[in-house]
């Protein structure tokens, strides 16, 4: 069993070499990619995990490859890696007939903030809970919590981005959560609670010493006050050459989730007319000089820019996996945010704002990197979500809200995917 995991993982790593199933090209062993000797106690749990996962990868393309891994006793080298490769995880669709769902209990989970927990503030239909993303091409491992658990042993997973990053990361505790005997283990290291503008939020699991941070950081870049002689309008900039300046905490990670999109509209940035940013004024400044006129996605990009630079600089990519998850469609039902009406199954086409001037230039800056980051386009599943929102059952419940996804829902299968990556794609 211990040999035909092994022979299966390197068939894995042969075959999964295609630019879209890993970017991450380099010719060692990595963590998330080696059975090193301390993890063979573990390769009773995590065969199971990891050889079904192999099955499960190539089980559409090349079956009876898989199966002769395990009877022959051969690596095969048969399978199409041109057929292997058009595996594309984020073009599929939603179905709840094949796992086990939900992951964990929203009420249970204490890291699953008040306002996105819908059952517990009284959603009743419950069908929106049973569904998994399934790639049309392959299927996602299952999420095996202890197994996962093992693999994350002394090792620390960092999400920065804005709430959807915050979502990510509650549900990422979460899910790894229902895999701890002994949850009182499991802590926030600050005492911190979570609220809408916290900085950071730091979970460590005791028992097998791993960190999962979040860092709240919008924009990416800093933002700071507007320069003397400014404008009266301009309150503060958004300093696009500059990194945000918490970005220090981020590199000492073994695995980074990066987002940022969903704040880069005219309401959040320089408008008075939204109440809740009403003293906005946030303008676009780089180097010296305030860049009055610059439009949202000429300074998204130079903000990308800054961003991508600064991780081929400051990132050891010999030990960290960098991601950048794309953003999220919402489903208001009017451009003005007032009306939002949740349905109670996914719908049949994706609905929302899926391409636009941000994508391109997420896809065309992270598609020049040379550092291997690994793009999460998760923007084409969650177009068909209607059904998974927060809708009405917020917190406070006066809130209604077709941005935010319920928990558990939509972000567990974003976690999902990323240890997909990270446990069959090692190089
Ligand atoms: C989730 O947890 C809450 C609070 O403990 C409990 O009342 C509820 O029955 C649980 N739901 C499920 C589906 O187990
Ligand atoms: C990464 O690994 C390669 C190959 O083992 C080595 O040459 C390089 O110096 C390493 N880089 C860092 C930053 O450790
Ligand atoms: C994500 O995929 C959709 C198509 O499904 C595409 O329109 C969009 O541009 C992509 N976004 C990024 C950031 O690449």
Known sequence: MVSAFKRSLSVGRRSLTSPRFSSAVSHHRKWWSSASPSDLALIFALASAFFLSG????????ASAAIDVVEVGEPSIDADPVEIGS???????????????????GSECPFVERGFDCVGNGRRDTDYLSYTWKPRRCEVPPFEARAVLQRLRGKRVTFVGDSMGRTQWESLVCMLMAGVGDKSTVREIYGNSITKTIRFLGVKFGSVDLRVDFYRSVFLVRQG???RHGPRRVKSTLRLDQMDEISGNWADSDVIVFNSGHWWTPGKLFDASEISFS?????????????????IPAAFREALDTWASWVERTINFNRTRVFFRSFEPSHWSDVDQKGCEVTRHPMPEPKGNIHTELSDVISEVVGKMRAPVTLLNVTLMGAFRGDAHIGTWSYPPSVLDCSHWCLPG?????????FSYLLMNGS
Not at 55 to 62: M, R
Not at 87 to 105: A, K
Not at 410 to 418: A, C, G, K, Q
């Open 410 to 418: 939509v972000p567990d299968s974003w976690n999902e995917l990323i």
């Open 279 to 295: 003293d906005r004024g946030c303008y676009f400044q780089v180097g010296g000089a305030l860049k009055l006129g610059m439009p």
């Open 55 to 62: 099955l499960y990868i190539f089980h559409t393309y090349s």
């Open 87 to 105: 595996c594309d995880l984020f073009d599929g669709s939603w179905t709840s007939s094949n796992r086990r769902r939900p992951i964990y209990n």
């Open 225 to 227: 006050r507007s320069p």
